[in-house]
């Protein structure tokens, strides 16, 4: 007997958007793939880059998320929690 694997929407451990923080992240390399620049300094030779959420609200629609170097990542996020999110720019 054979088992298949569902994964996704049809896996009976599936959560939609309840999922947690790193079921979610995980989810995003998964199918996005790694971040590969910085869309804020327009590096790409930095050694890490990271998906970062800019709504808050980590759902899987990519016009919610951003890729960022190491560095612009720690200055949105410091940004993001310390002014309302309503009256800031991304920078």
Do not use: V
């Not at 298949?4 to 999922?19: F, M, N, S, T």
Request: with cysteine; hydrophobic share 25%.
């Amino acid at each position: 007997m054979t088992f298949i694997k569902k994964i996704g929407k049809k896996g009976h451990r599936w959560k939609g958007e309840k999922a947690k923080y790193q079921a979610k992240h995980k989810w995003i390399r998964i199918n996005w793939g790694k971040a590969a620049k910085c869309e804020h300094c327009n590096e790409k030779n930095k050694k890490r880059y990271e998906w970062a959420n800019i709504s808050g609200n980590y759902i899987r629609n990519k016009k919610d998320w951003i890729q960022l170097c190491q560095s612009c990542h720690k200055k949105y996020d410091k940004k993001r929690y310390t002014i309302p999110i309503r009256l800031q720019k991304i920078y």
